[in-house]
């Protein structure tokens, strides 16, 4: 007994979950990519291969899906890293940010957002970075695209602690900025690296040279000018920059930060190495018990359980199943094994595991806690089921999020009501998208995150069910779920009040200005974002 919880400790010490937050284009593919380059995974980057198909039409998307079976946006990519193994979560951007998205977040121990030199703080990492902070999740800043002319670096940092109200603390140091970025110094230990670039440009690890600050070579190296801004932003940071402690990140307080270049390499394994070292291994994850306490699941001395985070639908209308994608909390999990499934209150026998590096798909025999196992799902699953060996708790269910697209939907042929509504039972089961009803019941809408949700329900709905949908889109931007006595409330004239599958009032808005007057008009009522 006691060797088998020595090595699922080891293990569990050994795991690094976590995803990577950022706005579409800041360079979340390329760190990927970059990331199984410095693993030693693959010896060129550039095999991810998502980037080009995320940016094709979704219609082009989802016929690829269909071809190849299985899914091309990766839901999770295990690896070892030096001596760790590294367990990265796939958190759809661009077109197809979703609830998935938000919903993946929950399965990480810690998040890397990157942020595009240029920009500062853009739209979508802030939404994202909003859940991270709602899940007490530390999160590491990577300042990307360092090669090309950006905004000075104070200034970012500035910006991080404005917009997200975190502290940020710089790590490391740029030396110089745009093309004149030569890598980056180290704020404690003082050691400058410096990067050569190599024939065959990022695709292959960027040559380094490690030199003292203080060393007279470094003068011979980096020009005057570049020296002394870097010298001055030191002493300014060390004035008035904010400490790091490793504690107060855990508790996400605090945002370690490191300067980069994702397309060149340089300043990236500095960032690799350190967020090795700082970021969180396995954690324990919270649980209710039937009494109705809450209850903190440890990941070495509780058996194997886990819980399902997300459904990915195989769009290949042949196999009709989809896979259930399950983080491991607790114990090890062995293939074959038969475990309990709380919310049926039946045993499963989990069998056909997989996790994927890459493109490939790999049979799981083992995992443990931090990791992300697929299970080919046979229609037993659902978002948020609990899984163990000794059952009596459940997993926290998982947050539901602000719908932000809002529309009706109806069969073109009236004569297919009846798999239309089968269909639409299916996928709101899924999550695929939301329902929600007018006051009155007489009307019913579907909600989600992003627009991509609603392609892919109406793709399903005709390829899985045979039935063709009429989509009107209705002009409502955002919602909030409504606390306090409904009769009372007053909301802006161009609102709308519906019910939630749970008979939760939501109000829908046509824009944040409108929310936001509703806020201040209804001072007693709480418009409550997040549920
Ligand atoms: P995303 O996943 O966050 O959406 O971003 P992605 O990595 O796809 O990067 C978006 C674009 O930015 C890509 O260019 C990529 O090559 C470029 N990029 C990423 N990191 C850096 C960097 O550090 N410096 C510079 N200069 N560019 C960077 P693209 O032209 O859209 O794609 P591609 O044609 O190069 O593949």
């Known amino acids: 007994m006691d060797s088998l919880r020595h090595e699922i400790r080891a293990a569990a010490r050994q795991r690094r979950t976590f995803a990577i937050i950022s706005h579409p284009d800041a360079g979340k593919t390329t760190v990927t990519e970059k990331l199984l380059l410095y693993s030693g995974l693959v010896r060129t980057a550039g095999m991810v291969g998502s980037r080009k198909s995320r940016k094709m039409a979704t219609s082009d998307w989802m016929e690829m899906e269909q071809e190849r079976g299985i899914s091309i946006t990766a839901s999770a990519m295990q690896f070892p890293y030096k001596d760790v193994v590294i367990n990265v979560l796939d958190t759809p951007g661009h077109q197809d940010f979703s609830e998935d998205t938000y919903r993946t977040l929950t399965a990480a121990d810690s998040a890397v957002m990157v942020i595009d030199a240029a920009k500062g703080v853009e739209a979508q990492t802030r939404k994202l970075f909003q859940v991270c902070r709602l899940r007490r999740i530390p999160v590491l800043t990577l300042i990307n695209k360092m090669d090309l002319p950006g905004r000075p670096p104070l200034d970012l940092m500035a910006e991080v602690e404005a917009v997200l109200g975190i502290h940020a603390s710089a790590i490391n140091w740029p030396i110089g900025v745009g093309s004149q970025f030569r890598g980056v110094v180290d704020r404690t230990t003082h050691r400058v690296s410096l990067f050569h670039k190599t024939a065959a440009g990022g695709a292959t690890k960027a040559l380094r040279t490690e030199v003292a600050l203080q060393s007279p070579e470094l003068k011979t190296l980096v020009d005057e000018e570049t020296l002394a801004q870097v010298c001055h932003d030191l002493e300014l940071l060390e004035m008035a920059g904010n400490p790091f402690s490793q504690e107060a990140f855990l508790r996400g307080e605090v945002t370690p930060v490191f300067f980069a270049s994702a397309l060149t390499n340089f300043g990236l394994e500095n960032f690799f190495d350190a967020f090795v070292r700082m970021a969180p291994s396995a954690q324990p994850r919270v649980a209710d018990t039937p009494a109705g306490e809450e209850i903190s699941i440890d990941p070495v001395e509780m058996p194997f359980s886990a819980y399902v985070f997300k459904i990915q639908a195989n769009m290949n209308p042949r196999h009709r199943d989809s896979t259930a994608f399950l983080r491991v909390c607790s114990g090890k999990f062995e293939r074959d094994m038969v475990v309990r499934h709380h919310r049926l209150g039946t045993e499963v026998r989990l069998s056909r595991t997989h996790s994927l590096v890459a ?59 009846k798999a239309f509504d089968k269909g639409m039972t299916q996928m709101v089961a899924e999550g695929t998208v939301q329902i ?27 390829t899985e069910y045979r039935v063709e949908t009429a989509l009107e889109l209705l002009p409502f931007e955002c919602s909030a779920w409504l606390m306090g006595d409904v009769a009372t409330f007053r909301p802006p004239s161009d609102a709308m009040m519906v019910k939630d599958h749970q008979n939760r009032p939501v109000v829908l808005f046509r824009s944040s200005w409108s929310k936001q007057f509703a806020r201040e008009r209804n001072p007693n009522h709480t418009l409550l974002e997040m549920g």
Request: charge should be negative; glycine fraction near 8%; hydrophobic fraction near 40%.
């Open 436 to 462: 929600v009803h007018s006051l009155n019941e007489h009307d019913s809408f579907i909600a989600a995150v992003g627009r991509l949700q609603f392609d892919v329900l109406q793709y399903r709905l005709k």
């Open 359 to 417: 493109q490939d798909r790999n049979i799981v025999d083992v995992a443990y806690p931090g990791d992300i196992i697929g299970i080919v799902n046979p229609g037993q699953f659902l978002i948020g089921d609990t899984i163990s060996l000794t059952g009596g708790f459940n997993y926290k269910p998982l947050p539901q999020f602000q719908p932000e697209v809002f529309a009706r939907i109806q069969p073109v042929d009236v004569s297919k009501r």
